[in-house]
Structures are given as structure tokens and as C-alpha cells.
């Protein structure tokens, strides 16, 4: 018998966590429009694909961020042997640029405090490794990404504990709860070294409210822990209100700078998760230096270091990139959540990231989270989407499912729409009041603001409207 | 006061060490034949150099393989959203198909038991957290990569317990040094969970024997421990004898396969440190099956992946590269062991790696460490050389220094070589016996070739250069 480390044979990996059945069910049967029209359609996997075509526009008026063109190849050889884990400076300044754009300029970012990391998973992992010894903890919000249990917990030995987040004030972090959060790990014995935050939120695709960031940073330093900012998403604000990072927020109110941190990443906001660009931002010396020693782990490829930075380089294209991204973004949440909205599904509002945090308590035989499974499991098998229950997201209410919107085209959404509209219209006419057609009814999801724009998605640009003549089309019939 | 972690206070990084000492001068003052004649040359980074144009050659032949080509551009997007860590299928069978080119085809790899990880860095410590709980031990033969003392213990807890070789066998691994070290681990209550060898070795740049290697898995699986072969050197073995890699000997002699790993790397063996193409490959299915899941903490780039499962799919680009890369390596070690001869300076005898591991005891003032880090400091700041001393390799006696000769262009390795033989002639004169230049003693390191690296680019000692001592000191 040959043995192996504790954390081989544990289940730290988290790979049993329902969030990965879904994964698991959607790889044997993967939804394609012509080979496999009934496969299971991928709603789970938070991707961003609607910038592509601008972007490979880009490449091919650029050879020179390739190290392989004839305009490139001259810097092939010192790249290939850059190994230094400073990184390459002009894709610190390439970063610390784009994430001040991102947050409309109104922060500077230091290139000096870019720190790489294999992707925000080895971000999480390293700014654990950073800051707090086996078997202390970090506090938590729920509902929170399920890969934060992996991530900080597995190799490092660290604990989390969650701070409740309940639906009834929209899952807003409440001072009250971080308190609560608070006494609990000391109940149990567990030494606080910080709080991570997500912001904009997954899963709830909402962003935190000038307020609750203030509130945030006046307990932490308070309590003396850190406070770990996930901006994975920062990019993926396609509406009002504006994105309120905490690097602006620490520049209002007190706060020792020592204690804030933000992991960062090209994965969602670029929709590169192929190319590990992950990214440590600290305003802490000592963990900027511990982190770049530690980022020898996995640092971001020089191929990709040379491509990023002439790419964010660009003024131009950042600019354009960015509302672009914001724009088609916008289309398509507004173009979901709507058609959602007709067949009486509605979801948390929100203005950021690429999935809505879909409401169907009522849906739920009873409210418990085997009801929830029961439901999921269905709505894999029956009505062939994967979706992430909320469960998985330690959410504790249950009822509540994630859903990717942003990872298919047109054609694969409307797909998914009708299946949806199907399966709410066999199962449950009733749950489809006559009165969510009218107009007034759409403002309970709506915002105002939406409903006078809801001609916007009805463009040419080749987004299929409720209101196109498809005979089979369950909306359409709804309205008659 | 902010508390950050114990492992972040601590001085578990290993950058206190002497090795990193003279990178700091290098970078304080870096040579630069134009911009800095005075500057420190190099000679401390095993980096390989020396195929660049062959590999520039078939990167502008091939622009498939790059995305951001109009041949490529149609995979960008498939391969920008590709974070499957299982890793793109072709790149894990051009990685399996290249490590078995390298051993001559005698072994054949499974692409499914290739793991990614952040550089050979990630991978040691991505084994080392499969293999061992903190507090566990390992056991590392001497002289030894200064790195594993922060990428195998930093962060994961464990030990390291050196299995002390010798120069008087030419730090042959013995069955001798294996048990002791055993034992030492046991007295030290330290559970020993396997052994980590490198071979080739760094810093010696020798191969280990059949019977080395045999005996090696012989008590491995005696003492029911793993086995990590560290075979990032694989391809730079440049001369006789043959590179024999543990995959092949556990083809030969019993051996339990769920105690068989190897690490490797593309750092090394194509000069692609920064693309970060570590590899961890097991005969263990749920040590694959643990590190794939950690490999989500330090995949290689998607794009990179694409790269190099293009250019390694591509069989006589890597038919040729090995052949191209041994040559050029068997010239360079060649032309730079002779000439240290020359001016009294050996080295191990060895037939790989991208460094020798140079013999500079009789230099040392008394045969102890501080001797040797005087020594070093005079090299650094006199000589401005940047090598590596001895004990940074935790090599068990003093005056031995590994010297990098792969990571330079020819007209810097002249430089070099001019300031060693200038030192030594101001120095020790009187060390320079007459008799080292006569054949017989330059059979004790080469062989019969000396013709070989004297072609049209490599500058040899019979070229009229009327200052170079190489001259002056055979007339």
C-alpha cells in the first residue's frame, strides 16, 4: 500500500461539490446545434464570448504581439528565456493601465504591486499562503464562487467562515452579519486573518454599494484583518450604477493600506481563462514581496506576458474594448432576463457579470435544499441546461440557481429560451399569471429604466426578438 | 501591526542563500560587450542558448503555430476559453511523443498521465504536496539544486535530508549514502516518504549509471518509498555514455510503478524557461489524478500549449533539434573544458547538463566553506564572474563551483575564458604545470575529438589572436 499526502487522499479538492455534477452531466452530452441538437446546454460555466470577433480584428492589424510573425520574431528568444518573477514591466504597466480604465480612471494602479499568479486560483491560494497560518480562517459572504473552497482551503490549510447574506435585503452584506460571522469563528476557536469580498458578485452578478464598501473597510480595520477584493468581474459592470472598486474607497475614508489586497484576472473580463493571467495587487510591501517569490509557482507564460501587454497597451483598443464588451453584455442580459420575465422567472436585478442569479423558490416542492436537488436534477435531465444551484454556492436559502448567459451566441440562447419557456408552460401553467404580460407586471423585475428601452434588443444586429414571427414561437402565443 | 502568515515571515523562500548573491551582483553590473565590457558575465544561470536560430527558423516556417497569425487567428477563440485541466490533447501527446524522442525511443510515454504545472517549480512542489504531509521527509542526494529547498518545503511543510555524496567516487549515489541518510531521517524522527533525484545531475552534470539506477529502485521499493526522478536535463546529454531514464529501468527490474514519478520541463532542454511548460508525469494513476486537480493552480498558458503542441507534433523539427542541440552543447562544453585545462583548471568529468561543475579546491586558501565563499567573492568581484559556489548546492566539501557555459554567445564565452586564464595567471602561476599541456593529460577530460569544435564559428585556441593567453601560454 503506497501512501500518499493527507491532502491527496482528502476531499479538499472539492470536486464532489454539485457544482462539477453538472459539468459532468453536460461532457457526456454537450449540446451542439447540429450534431447534437438535444445535448445539454452549458449555462454554468461563467465564460465571456461575446467580444471575440473584436478582438481577433485586433490581432490581425497587430502581428507584432506575436512572438511567432515575421514582426515579432525578433523578440522570441529574450522572451522565451524571460523567467524574472517581476514580470515583464511592460506588461505590469499593460495591466495597472487597463484595470484604471476599467474603474474609469478614477484610480491609478502601481505596476510595481503586480504580482502574477496561474490565473485567480493561484491568485486565492497565494494570497492565502500570504496571510494566514494552517487552521486559521477568512470570513466569507455567501452565496460565494464554490472554487473559494478549493482554492483557499486545500493546500493551505486555512478555513472559511460564512457571513450570512440573506435574500431578504438582496443578499447585501450586512455589518450585522459580519459581526455574527465574526463571533462564530471565535466560538470556534478560529484566529479571523481576513475577509474576501467579490465585487461585482458571483454569483449574484450585483455590485456593493458605496456604503456597504465604507462599512466593509470600517470593520476590517477594526478588527485588524484583511480585506481581499475578487475584482474578477470589475469589466463586467454593463450598467448603472457605476462599479465602486475598493481601491477608490480606500482613497475616501481611513485605512490602514497594509491590509487590502486585490486578486485580479484576464479570465472574465477579457474572456482569456486559457491564457492564466492572474493577477495579486496589494498595497501591502511585505505580501507584494512574499507573493512574487511565490508567484515562481505559476507565472503567467512570456508568450502570453508579450501578447497581453501589447494588446492593453493599446489605447485604442482598451477604450473600444471596454464599452464594446459593456454593450453587447448589456444586450444580452437585458434580452434574457426579459424573455425570463415573460414566462414569470425572475432573478436578482443586477448590472455585472456574465450570469443572473435566477429565483425559483416557487418552483420548489418544499423549501429545503433537497427540493432544490430535486429541482436541478431536473432541470438537467428534463429541460437539458446545467445550471449551478444555489447550494453549491453555499447560499442559505434554497431555491436559487446560477445562470451563465454570456458563454453561447444568439442561437444557441434562444435555443435555451425555448426549452425554458417549454418546461415552465408543461409544468406549470399556473406559475405564469396572464397579468405578467401586461406591462406593469414586467416593471416587478424590471427596472424603469429597462422598460422604456425595450426596443433596444430588438435590433438587427441579429438578436432574435419575442416578437419575431416564429409560429412555434411560446411567446408569441402567450401574448395572444 | 498586521500579521501575515508564518510562511510569509520566514525565510522559507530560500533567497538568503548564497546561490541568489551573485545574481544580485550580475544584476548591479550585467556585461554587455558594447554597453558594459566590465560588466559580471553570467555564468550562474543554466539557461540554453545555443538553438535559437534553428528554432526562429521553424517558428517563421510554421505560422500555425501561433494564434495571432492569419493561419492561426481561427483558433483563438477555442483556445483563449480552453481551461480544461486535463490540457489540450495535443499538446500532452507532442510532450509524451518528445520526452520518448529524447530517450532515443526506447521508452514510450502515456499522453494521459501528463500533468501541466507552473514550470518545473510548480511540478516539484505540486509532488511534493501529492506525496507528503508536512513534517514527512525527503531524501536529496548532494550536491543539489538550490531551488528544492523552497519549492519541495516553503509551503508544503516537508523536509529535506541530504544523502551526502563524495567526491573521492565522484559523488557517486552509493547504497552506503542511501541507508545513512535513511537512518539520519529516522534518529531525526522524520518519516522518510521518498527520494528525489536528479538526473542529469545539476550541479555535476553527469548521468547516472545502470546499476546506480537500479540499485536506486532497488531500495525505493525496499523501503516502500517514492521515487522522483527530476530529468529536466534529459535532452542535453551531448555525449557518451547514453541517458538512461528511470522509465526505462523500471522496464528492467521489479518495481512497484505506483512509486514512479518523473518531473520534467521544456526550461531546460529547449531554452523556454519563460513559457513555464512544466510537466509532471506519474506511473501512479492517483497521484495524476490528485496533481491534475492541482495543476488548476499553475496551467501552461493555453496559448503556449498550442505552440508547443505544434512545433513538437512536428517530427523532424524535433528529430533534428535534439541532434542540432546535442552538437552545439558537446562543442561548447568541449572548447570551454579544454581551455580551463589549459591554465590548470579541471572539472567532473561529465556528459550533459548546461553547466560543469568546476574543481577549484587547490585555489582555497583552508579547505573550509568560508574559504570557499572568500574564494567566490573574488571571482564575483574580481574575475566578475558570476558562478555558483559549492555550498549553495549543500555539497559536502568546499571548493567545488558550478560554472553555466550554454547561456552565452561565443564572443562572451571568450570574454570569459580570458578573464579565468588572466586570474589564473596572475594568481598561480606556479599552479600551472607544464605537463597539463601535454596530450596525455588532456586525455584525462577529452576524448579523441579535439577537432570537432574547432569549426567555422567557434573560436579555438590555435586562432591567431595575438593576446589571447591561450596563445601565449602553449608557446
Redesign the interface.
Known sequence: M????????GNG?G?NSPYFDGWKAYETNPFHPIDRPDGVIQMGLA?N?LC?KF??KW??E??E??????EG?NR??E?????DYHGMPEFRQAVAKFMGKVRGDRVKFDPDRIVMS??A??AH?MVA??????G?ALLVPTPYYPGFD??LRW??GVELVPVICESSHNFQITRTAMEAAYEKAQEANLKV?GLLITNPSNPLGTIMDRETLKSIVKFINEK?I?LIGDEIYAATVFKDPEFVSISEVIQEVEC?H??IHIVYSL?KDM??????VGIVYSY?D??VN?AR??S?????????QH?IATMLNDDDFVHNFIMESKEQLFKRHKYFTWSLSQVGIGSLKSNGGLFIWMDLRKLLKEKTFDAEMDLWRVIINEVKLNVSPGSSFHCHEPGWFRVCFANMEDNTMEVALSRIRSFILKNNESIVPRKLCRRSSLKLSLPRSLSRRMDDFMSPAGIMSPHSPLPQSPLVRART
Not at 271 to 276: A, E, H, N, V
Request: net charge positive; aromatic share 8%.
Open positions: 503506497v501512501s500518499m499526502s493527507k491532502i491527496a487522499t479538492h470536486e465564460e464570448q471575440f478582438i481577433k490581432l490581425m497587430h502581428p504581439a506575436s512572438l511567432c510573425t515575421a520574431v522570441f528568444k522572451t522565451a528565456l524571460f523567467q496561474g490565473g486560483t493561484g491560494e499562503f500570504c496571510l494566514a497560518d494552517p486559521e478549493r482554492d493546500r493551505t486573518k485588524n484583511h490602514n497594509d491590509l479570465s474572456g482569456f481563462p486559457g491564457f492564466r501591502n511585505a505580501v512574499c517569490k511565490m515562481s509557482y505559476g507565472l503567467v507564460s512570456s508568450q502570453t501578447l
